[in-house]
């Protein structure tokens, strides 16, 4: 009982942090949106779950494009204001660039759905 | 310094004065070295015919589909282009376009540009893409229009005059570090179509990419370029001619001279100044200016290129 009360009150407070951090850096499965901006994907990095639909808006007046580095997905050009979207339905790390302006990278971190671990 | 100015002094020389000039470049060929003469003054003036054969005029970075404030009359420029071209009393017989043909990579575009370029009182016509042309999700809209002398591999070469052309692709399979790359199939399909060539052979190679790097943070160069450059060493007359930076940056090294183009569309930032590349706004009188093509000649005994630079202006 007492190790399982220290471990619970040691535990409890990891997890809510945990959770607290899983909410902050994991979108929930809902559409999220990248603005491409200044030659930049903002954010940069971004940490989704399973199903969730990203969108790139291109908010530059020279166009760009989202093309997976090891993967195939792919935009038109996107000119200013154009927008792309993409859902991601497998766990993963997926590198992107623009194709015409390739030293813009971004990367989309997929979690498995579930509760936060 | 103008071209004019230049154009009885030594190729280097000549070469470096030409480093900031024109709208456009042709390129002649006079004892093995590429060199460029002013399109203007091959336009008007006939003691130019000592110079040499026309060979071919080096257009890039047409852009249409463009509409931003740094030129919103992209087919306006490009038809001035032509017109130019057309009034000049010594025309090659061919047309380099060294890339970007279009803006978007859209079907339209590519129908716009193909009913300007079909003006052109020039009958062969041969092309590389930049990036903007294969930026469409299937990368198909190039290919479907010129992918026919590579076989849609992107990368071919052609005997004309007794010169050798190499065409390459550098702007598919890009590496993340932002430059632009041939690829390892390319590269032995380059240093297999270069084997059998006499050194004495003028060579050409065209590429939308600048094919050394001029400058890294921004993409103007290519990574892999060095080993192809290397197969090229051996020869005696080599001239390299890319785009993509929309100015005029030369370079000679041994017997290689590299040359990018102006566009017809708008000018870019000097290598490293202000924020990034991309369209640069000029003032309307000033932008004839920075805009135009490239003339080469031929030139015999022994056989060699010179290359000029002409603007809209």
């Known amino acids: ?117 | 310094m103008t071209p004019k100015a230049s154009i009885n002094q030594g190729r280097r020389q000549a070469l470096k004065c030409l480093a900031y000039g024109g709208a456009g470049t042709l390129f002649t060929l006079s004892a093995g070295v590429l060199t460029p003469i002013d399109l203007a003054l091959a336009a008007g003036n006939p003691r130019e015919d000592r110079a040499g054969l026309p060979l071919f005029l080096q257009i890039s970075d047409t852009h249409i589909g463009f509409n931003k404030e740094a030129n919103p009359d992209v087919v306006g420029t490009l038809a001035r282009t032509i017109s130019l071209v057309n009034a000049m009393p010594q025309k090659p017989a061919m047309v380099i376009h060294t890339g970007d043909i279009t803006h978007l990579s859209k079907a339209s575009e590519f129908d716009t540009a193909a009913q300007l370029l079909k003006q052109l009182n020039i009958t062969e016509l041969h092309t590389t893409p930049g990036e903007h042309d294969v930026a469409d999700a299937s990368v198909t809209e190039y290919f479907s229009r010129y992918g026919k002398p590579s076989q849609d591999r992107g990368y071919y070469s052609f005997d004309h005059h007794g010169v050798h052309f190499v065409s390459l692709i550098n702007v598919l399979n890009f590496k993340p570090n932002g430059l632009g790359a041939l690829g390892q199939e390319q590269l032995e399909w380059l240093e297999k179509d270069l084997r059998s060539r006499s050194a004495s052979t003028p060579i050409v190679v065209f590429a939308h990419m600048p094919m050394w790097t001029i400058y890294e943070p921004w993409g103007w160069g290519t990574s892999d370029a060095s080993q192809a450059m290397s197969y090229l060493t051996r020869f005696g007359s080599v001239t390299v001619l890319n785009g993509h930076i929309h100015q005029i940056v030369q370079k000679v090294e041994g017997n290689i001279t590299f040359h990018t183009a102006r566009s017809t569309a708008y000018p870019q930032p000097a290598p490293g100044e202000g924020p990034g590349p991309g369209p640069l706004k000029v003032s309307a009188a000033e932008l004839p200016g920075r805009l135009g093509i490239s003339n080469l000649t031929l030139r015999s005994h022994p056989a060699s290129l010179s290359l000029t630079d002409t603007t809209l202006a």
């Open chain 1, 1 to 117: 009982m007492t190790h399982m009360k220290i471990a619970a009150m040691l535990v409890l407070p990891s997890l809510i942090v945990a959770s607290f951090y899983a909410l902050a850096a994991t979108e929930p499965a809902a559409d999220v949106t990248i603005s491409i901006d200044k030659f930049m994907f903002e954010p940069t990095a971004l940490t989704v779950t399973v199903g969730t639909t990203v969108h790139w808006k291109n908010l530059d007046p020279e166009p760009h494009t989202v093309r997976g580095v090891d993967t195939n997905f792919r935009s038109d050009p996107l000119d200013q204001n154009d927008s792309f979207a993409h859902k991601f339905d497998k766990p993963g790390t997926y590198r992107y660039v623009c194709s015409i302006h390739p030293q813009m990278l971004g990367t989309i971190v997929v979690k498995a759905a579930g509760p936060p671990n």
